[in-house]
C-alpha cells in the first residue's frame, strides 16, 4: 500500500486515482476547484464516463479514495505525488505548461519528507526535467525527490477498462530505483511496464497519439479514393488490417477524429517539431485530411439532398466525438452542423448525454434528448456518433416520421445492406452506392 496524492481531477486524474485506490493504495485526489472537489466528497462525478462514479463511491466509502482542496495537506500525507493537470495550447499554438508547473512548485513547496514526482500531464520533451530544477528551487529543506514521466494511454468511454488492462504502462525517469518504486505502484495492475529515459517517455506519448491520428487519416483518404472507383472500404480494412504489421483496429473510416486529445496533440506535436525546425510532414497531411473529411461529408449532404439544403431539414445523430462519452470538445459533429446550417439546412441534433455540453457551441440549433424529436420531418438523417441508441432505432418508426428515407451515415452505425433492405436510400463514408 502506497499513499498517494494526485493533482488535477480532470479524467486522468480522477480515473488513475480511483483506480489506484481500488488497487489498494491510499490516494488523495486534490484540486484547486472547491466546487468540484465539494461535489466529489458527496459521491457526484462531474465527467461522464461509464463505471468512474461506482468505482469512486465504493472507494470512498472505503476510506482508500478522498479529496482535497488543499494541495498542500495532500503532498504532506503521501510519498508519490501524481501530476495530472491539464496542458492546453496557449494562442500562439505552443503546449501551456504553466498549471502544471505551478502545481509541480507548489508541491515541492510542501515537500519535508523524500517522494516521488510523476508527471501525468501530456507534456513536450523536456518538461520532467525542467520541473526537476524548478523543484531543487522550491524545496523548502534539501530532501530527495525524484521526478519521473508517467504518460497516460487511457480513452474517454473505456477509461477504467483502459487503467487496469493497460497495453504497457511507460515509465521515464534518470534514476532506476525511482522508476522502480513507481513500477511498484502499478504491480496490481500486473500490465507490462516499459521503462526508458525522460524524454523518450514524453514523446512515446506524443508519437502514439500522432500514429494513431495519421492511421484514421489513412484509411479515410483510402475510403476517399473507394467512393471514386467502386471499392468497399470495409473490405479494404479488413483486408490490409490482417496484415499482423498493420493490425485490424483504428481502421475505421468516417469522419475524422475528434476529442480533447487527437486533435490538440497533433497540433503541439506539429508546434514542437517546428519549434526545433523539424517539419513533421505525415502529421500536418494527417491533421489536414481530417479536416477536410468533415467538409466532404457536409458536402455529401448537400449533394444527395439534389445539390442545396436550402429550406432542407436535416436530424443530425450523435453530437459526442464518440459514443460512451459526452465530450464535444472538436467533435466532428459540430462542425458538420455548423456547415450545414451555413449551407441553408434547417438542423435538429440528437444526442443521449452531450446536448448540455453541446449547447454553447450551437446556439441556433435545435437540440433534442431523444432522436425520434429530432428525425420528425427531416429530409435526411446524418449520423455522426455510433451511438448504440441509433442502432437500436425503430427504423419503421424513423421512416414514418421522415419525408424520404435518407440516411448519411459517418460512422458507420447501421449496416447498410440492411438499410437498404429495408428502403432507405443510404450514402457511408468509402461504401459503394
Ligand atoms: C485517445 C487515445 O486513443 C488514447 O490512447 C489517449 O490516451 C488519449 O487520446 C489521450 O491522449 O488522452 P480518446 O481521445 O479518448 O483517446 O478517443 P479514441 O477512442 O482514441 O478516439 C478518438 C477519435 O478517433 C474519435 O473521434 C473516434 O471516433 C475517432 N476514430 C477512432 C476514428 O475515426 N476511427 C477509428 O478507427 C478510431
Redesign the pocket.
Known sequence: MVNVAVIGTG??GLVTGACLAEAGHRVVCADRDEVKIGRLRTGVVPIYEPGLEELVRANAEAGRLRFASDAAEAVASSDVVLFAVGTPPLANGDVDTGPLFEAVAEAAAHTRTPKLFAIKS?VPVGTARKAERLVARALPRPVKVDVVSNP????????IR?TFEADRIVIGCADPEAGERLAGLYEPFGRPVQMTDRESAELI?YA??AF?AV??SF??EVANVCEKVGADIRSVARGIGADRRIGP??????????????PK?TKAQLRIAENVEYDFQILRAAVHVNAMQRIRFANAVERTLGGSLAGKRVAVLGLA??PH?DDVRD??AIDIIRLLHDKGADVRAYDPVATANARRHLPDVELFDEPYGAIAGADAIVVT??WPQVAALDLDRVKRLMTAPVVLDG?RAFEPEAMRARGFRYVGVGIPA
Open positions: 479524467y486522468v501530456t497516460e494511454f487511457l480513452r474517454e468511454g473505456s477509461a483502459d506519448k502514439a497519439n494513431l492511421k484514421i484509411i479515410n483496429h483504428f481502421l475505421n473510416a468516417g469522419i475524422g477524429y475528434g476529442g480533447s486529445c487527437f496533440d466525438f464518440k462519452t467533435a466532428p456518433t455510433e460512422r
